[in-house]
């Protein structure tokens, strides 16, 4: 019986943290959609959580990189323009709904084809995994 019950408060403990809001702890998947051209690059994601979480945690993600410098900062439009060594670029945060937000990052193209990691998606995936959100790019 006392092991029946356990198995019982554990799953229900389970159940309500994987569906909370995410940016508190729970874990949702968001596809990140990408895109390149010669002279852009652009990232957008949608992210269940609260718009002025996803601002905050991408001025946090920012402020905490000693390479990236803000250059105009927004928080009424929760814009953000940076520069990140010869690359300048923008972080938006738009409220879709309560819950949910887009978050999108463009920068100029560093046009280096052989680059395989782009700053735009790893701004993406580092504000996700802030957020506890599994962000994945989209096919």
């Known amino acids: 019986m006392k092991k029946n019950l356990i198995i019982l408060l554990f799953t229900a403990f389970s159940t309500?943290?994987?569906?909370?809001?995410?940016?508190?702890?729970?874990?949702?998947?968001?596809?990140?959609?990408?895109?390149?051209?010669?002279?852009h690059e652009v990232?957008?994601?949608?992210?269940?959580?609260?718009?002025?979480?996803?601002?905050?945690?991408?001025?946090?993600?920012?402020?905490?990189?000693?390479?990236?410098?803000?250059?105009?900062?927004?928080?009424?439009?929760m814009l953000l323009d940076i520069n990140q060594a010869d690359t300048a670029a923008s972080i938006k945060i738009a409220k879709v709904s309560r819950g949910l937000s887009q978050l999108t990052i463009s920068a100029d193209s560093s046009g280096d084809e052989n680059n395989a990691s782009s700053r735009v998606l790893d701004g993406v995936f580092r504000i996700?995994?802030?957020?506890?959100?599994?962000?994945?790019?989209?096919?």
């Open 43 to 77: 990232a957008t994601v949608d992210i269940k959580a609260p718009a002025s979480n996803v601002y905050q945690t991408a001025l946090k993600v920012v402020n905490s990189n000693e390479n990236v410098d803000i250059v105009k900062q927004d928080d009424a439009a």
């Open 16 to 39: 309500a943290l994987l569906s909370g809001c995410a940016g508190l702890g729970a874990a949702t998947v968001g596809a990140v959609m990408y895109y390149k051209s010669q002279s």
């Open 128 to 139: 996700c995994k802030e957020l506890n959100v599994e962000c994945q790019l989209s096919e």
